[in-house]
């Protein structure tokens, strides 16, 4: 799989690496160490929110969902200004660190269709989805992160671990949680990934999706795989399991056909009907939003395709 031409550093050339003092790291947050403090120690540091999970436009609920419909919702939990601003300057110096050439998400100049393009000569795809990803990475191993791996000073430690957890997890809704999701988790991805380029398959992680190609798929690669997930604490969604042979497979919303790229038959559908909705429309204000979504769905169709070529 190709990286990008994205300028990057190694973990250890990291602004954040082998920080000794509260007073630098406030320095390196871009902070004082006076800000640091009173972010620290804000009363409310989140804004939770309930987002629906079947679509992008329905409102958000600013009050926990009835218990009959707590499935379909997620919780997000939204930091307010200052400690989002601090969560994006370690998302940032992060986002700088190399990452493994099976890494997609979060990766800057990497999108979901770089994702599915990894698996273009594949005949066989074995798809998997970590539930709860981010509230699964607990505050010990983002401890361990900074402190053994990044080698930062028990107080500063305590400090970053403080500045992007809450109640003891990732939260959902912050900018820092899917690099640290990743970075938290370093041995079980490098455990996977050996066991996948052992079995001569090609695997790539997009954020909580794991797909695994190859001209075969070994069934003791999966479940060799899946023990590595589990052992680390996590569970895996068995609804979003899918294994195929010699077919078409969706792989984060593209599908891979015959060593080819292809726009999903449900994403042509919209741009069919909207074309509809378009034709009948008689309201301006309709009518160009309607074509901005037509425009959109175009360029997306193009990006896919392209990169097959």
């Not at 190709?2 to 947050?29: E, P, Y």
């Amino acid at each position: 799989m190709s990286h990008r031409a994205v300028k990057s550093h190694d973990l250890r050339d990291s602004a954040l690496f082998n920080i000794g003092t509260r007073k630098k790291l406030a320095s390196v947050l871009l902070c004082s160490p006076d800000h640091l403090n009173l972010v620290q120690k804000l009363e409310v540091k989140y804004k939770k929110r309930w987002k629906p999970k079947d679509s992008d436009t329905a409102p958000w609920l600013t009050q926990p969902p009835a218990p009959h419909e707590a499935d379909c919702f997620r919780p997000i939990d939204i930091p307010v200004d200052p400690l989002k601003k601090l969560q994006g300057r370690i998302a940032d110096l992060l986002s700088r660190v190399k990452a493994p050439p099976y890494l997609c998400s979060p990766v800057r100049g990497v999108s979901y269709v770089d994702n599915a393009r990894a698996h273009i000569e594949g005949s066989a795809f074995w798809l998997l989805d970590i539930a709860d990803y981010f509230p699964s990475c607990t505050a010990n191993r983002v401890a361990w992160f900074f402190r053994t791996v990044m080698k930062c000073a028990p107080d500063v430690t305590a400090i970053l671990v403080a500045i992007v957890t809450d109640s003891g997890r990732l939260p959902q809704g912050s900018p820092s949680s899917p690099i640290l999701a990743y970075f938290s988790n370093l041995k079980m991805w490098g455990e996977v990934a050996a066991l996948v380029h052992r079995a001569g398959c090609i695997l790539s992680v997009y954020a909580d999706d794991i797909t695994i190609s190859g001209k075969t798929v070994p069934g003791a690669l999966v479940w060799n795989v899946k023990q590595t997930i589990v052992k680390n604490g996590f569970r895996l969604k068995r609804e979003k399991e899918v294994s195929l042979v010699c077919c078409p497979a969706d792989i984060t919303g593209v599908i891979v056909r015959n060593g080819s790229l292809k726009l999903p038959n449900r994403q042509l559908k919209k741009i069919v009907e909207t074309k509809k909705l378009l034709r009948a429309s008689t309201d301006k204000m309709t009518a160009d939003k309607l074509k901005t979504q037509i425009a959109g769905r175009l360029a997306q169709r193009r990006q896919i395709e392209c990169a097959s070529c």
